[in-house]
């Protein structure tokens, strides 16, 4: 089966720091440009970041511009999401994808989706 396995997601203070991980199963991450996104509850999916497999350039959404940072590891055919200064706004369900063409904002546009890891920031 081809998805991904996400991982690393908890609760954290604000302020606090984690690192999701985005695990492939089924095939190899070295020929997709990556995306995370992620859901909070009663909302739609957010476009976090995503990085290309060509050039390994990077995007982020503006709201975690400066905090986040993604990056790969193809010979682990994973992908990491190191995310600083929470915020409770962060708060979501992450989930990261391939991108079925290039790096996009829509949703539509991935596959091989995951179940996603829960982020909480909360004191």
């Known amino acids: 089966q081809l998805q991904f396995v996400e991982s690393g997601g908890g609760l954290v203070q604000p302020g606090g720091s984690l690192r999701l991980s985005c695990a492939a199963s089924g095939f190899i991450t070295d020929y997709y440009d990556i995306g995370w996104f992620r859901q909070a509850p009663g909302k739609e999916h957010e476009g976090v970041s995503c990085?290309?497999?060509?050039?390994?350039?990077?995007s982020y959404a503006d709201s975690v511009k400066g905090r986040f940072t993604i990056s790969r590891d193809n010979a682990k055919n994973t992908v990491y999401l190191q995310m600083n200064s929470l915020k409770p706004e962060d708060t979501a369900t992450y989930y990261c994808a391939a991108a079925a063409i290039s790096c996009s904002r829509y949703v539509s546009d991935y596959m091989y989706w995951g179940q996603g890891t829960q982020v909480t920031v909360s004191s």
């Open positions: 990085i290309s497999s060509n050039d390994g350039s990077t």
